[in-house]
Antibody, heavy 120, light 107 residues
Framework: QLQLQESGPGLVKPSETLSLTCTVS??????????WSWIRQPPGKGLEYIGS???????YYNPSLKSRVTISVPTSKNQFSLRLSSVTAADTAVYYC????????????WGQGTLVTVSS | EIVLTQSPGTLSLSPGERATLSCRAS???????LAWYQQKPGQAPRLLIY???SRATGIPDRFSGSGSGTDFTLTISRLEPEDFAVYYC????????FGQGTRLEIK
C-alpha cells in the first residue's frame, strides 16, 4: 500500500523559505508513469494546487506561485521536496503531498498533511 | 485559469436522503477531466470520482458523477452518516484548479 508522509518545520518566519519533504513508502518514486505533487489548504479554506514533478525531474508549477516555488527529487532517496520562498502569513496552510498518474489524472494517494504557520 | 464554482455552499440533509452537488466551470473542461473529492475534518481529501463519472477504487455505488463541458454534478443516492463532509470538485485538463467546496451537513 502506497503511503506518503510530509515532514518539515511547523513554523517559518515571514520572508524566509518554507521547506518540506514528502517521504514515499510502499512504492518507488522513480517508477515511470507518476507525478508527485504538492497541494495546500489554508485553515478553514479550500485547496490550492502548488505543483508537480516527474521522477526524471521535469516540474510544473501553478502560475500564481511559480516565481517562488521549487519542487525537486533528491537523488538516492524515495522523497521529493518543496521550497517556497519569501513567505508571508498568506502562506500559512496545511501542505499535502500526493501522487497522480501520468497523463490527465487526479491525485489518488495523499499524505496526511502538515500545518505550516508563517509568523515571527 | 479555469475557475470552478460549487453550489450550494452548504447543504443540509438527513441520512437516507439524496444529495445533489453542483460544480460549474468558467470554460469547458477538456475531455471531462473533472474529479470529485470528499474531505472530513483533519483528513486529507479522498478521491471519489474521476473523468466526471468514473468511481475511484473502493468508492460505494451510491456516489455517482455526471455532466460535461461546464456543468457537473455529484449525486449521493442515499446519504449514510459517514457521508457528511466537505466535497470539492477539481479540473485537471488545463493545469489544476479546485472549486471552493460544498459542506454537506446533517439536518
Amino acid at each position: 500500500q502506497l503511503q506518503l508522509q510530509e515532514s518539515g518545520p511547523g513554523l517559518v518566519k515571514p520572508s524566509e523559505t518554507l521547506s518540506l519533504t514528502c517521504t514515499v513508502s510502499g512504492g518507488s518514486i522513480s517508477s515511470s508513469g507518476y507525478y508527485w505533487s504538492w497541494i495546500r489548504q489554508p485553515p478553514g479554506k479550500g485547496l490550492e494546487y502548488i505543483g508537480s514533478i516527474y521522477y526524471s525531474g521535469s516540474a510544473y508549477y501553478n502560475p500564481s506561485l511559480k516565481s517562488r516555488v521549487t519542487i525537486s527529487v533528491p537523488t538516492s532517496k524515495n522523497q521529493f521536496s518543496l521550497r517556497l520562498s519569501s513567505v508571508t502569513a498568506a502562506d500559512t496552510a496545511v501542505y499535502y503531498c500526493a501522487r497522480r498518474r501520468d497523463g490527465y489524472n487526479p491525485s489518488d494517494y495523499w499524505g496526511q498533511g502538515t500545518l505550516v504557520t508563517v509568523s515571527s | 485559469e479555469i475557475v470552478l464554482t460549487q453550489s450550494p455552499g452548504t447543504l443540509s440533509l438527513s441520512p437516507g436522503e439524496r444529495a445533489t452537488l453542483s460544480c460549474r466551470a468558467s470554460q469547458s473542461v477538456s475531455s471531462n477531466y473533472l474529479a470529485w473529492y470528499q474531505q472530513k475534518p483533519g483528513q486529507a481529501p479522498r478521491l471519489l470520482i474521476y473523468g466526471a463519472s468514473s468511481r475511484a477504487t473502493g468508492i460505494p455505488d451510491r456516489f455517482s458523477g455526471s455532466g460535461s463541458g461546464t456543468d457537473f454534478t455529484l449525486t449521493i443516492s442515499r446519504l449514510e452518516p459517514e457521508d457528511f463532509a466537505v466535497y470539492y470538485c477539481q479540473q485537471y485538463g488545463n493545469s489544476i484548479t479546485f472549486g471552493q467546496g460544498t459542506r454537506l451537513e446533517i439536518k
